[in-house]
């Protein structure tokens, strides 16, 4: 029973449940984008980048001081997105090619100012993985509220996205702002990013950002219902693996990460043996 009570009994995992939710349902919208616009890259190349944003805003405030930080370092993001989104539109620059760069500058830089001028040392490694269980009020309020600009941003106007990964030239012609949505994307996905890396890291936020994604792309026939597919695939696997991580005292990061590779592969399996079998009934 422990597998359940727990999240009731203790606040810090009541937290940490609902951090999980409101995480995956924000990758979930984000992740078939990711893997339909072939960027699969780009999610690991931005969560890695946040050393770069996270070093320079520790310079101005310290980790007790988290609404601040994370304003800062959101606003240092959308910086950085924005320049890649302007290098990467209609292919300036081969994308993997800057991503690739980008993601090295990012790291060297932000190694470089953190050990210089931060107010405060990190522990690099705790990037990897994060710590869920470290989820505060502060950091569900920030999510809640990034999922309500992720939903009117993504999922409300999901026509439009269609449209744009679908035919591009089309979407043009139909009078759609590319641009726009070019940028808009980016800032998005940057936007998600810092404020799932230091409850989720990197490795996790990379794990949700495209296997929700390539599960959704294995068994949808469109994008509408790829997006359905990734958010309700994000949410299970991703709560199966905190609850997992508390049962058998696991790291919870790490759990979620596996739970979901795994989640995937049985998935994507025996998604075509059920499918059969419902049509034979």
């Not at 989720?200 to 219902?225: F, Q, W």
């Not at 058998?248 to 759990?255: C, D, E, I, V, W």
């Amino acid at each position: 029973m422990s597998f359940f009570t727990d999240f009731i009994e203790f606040d810090f995992l009541l937290y940490s449940l609902f951090g999980v939710i409101l995480i995956s349902i924000l990758s979930g919208m984000l992740s078939p984008l990711v893997i339909s616009k072939r960027l699969a890259f780009m999610g690991s190349a931005l969560s890695h980048s946040t050393l770069l944003s996270i070093s320079i805003s520790l310079c101005f405030f310290t980790v007790n001081q988290p609404l601040p930080l994370f304003l800062s370092n959101t606003l240092i993001v959308i910086l950085m997105v924005s320049g890649l989104a302007t290098f990467t539109y209609r292919e300036k620059i081969p994308t993997d090619s800057l991503i690739g760069i980008f993601l090295s500058i990012s790291m060297a830089l932000g190694i470089i100012i953190l050990s210089l001028y931060s107010k405060e040392k990190v522990d690099l490694t705790s990037l990897l993985f994060g710590n869920i269980l470290l989820m505060t009020k502060v950091d569900l309020v920030i999510l809640s509220l990034l999922l309500i600009l992720v939903f009117f941003c993504l999922w409300i106007p999901r026509a439009k996205w269609v449209y744009l990964i679908q035919d591009e030239e089309g979407a043009l012609i139909q009078g759609i702002n590319l641009k726009f949505y070019h940028y808009l994307f980016y800032i998005l996905l940057g936007i998600t990013v810092t404020a799932s890396i230091k409850l989720m890291g990197t490795v996790v936020v990379n794990t949700l950002l495209l296997v929700p994604g390539v599960v959704a792309l294995k068994v949808s026939r469109n994008l509408k219902s790829m997006i359905s597919i990734s958010i309700l695939f994000s949410l299970f696997f991703s709560v199966l693996g905190l609850m997992l991580g508390n049962s058998f005292n696991l790291p919870g990061g790490a759990t979620i990460s596996v739970t979901l590779f795994i989640g995937m592969i049985l998935f994507i399996n025996l998604f075509p043996w059920t499918i059969k079998f419902f049509k034979s009934l």
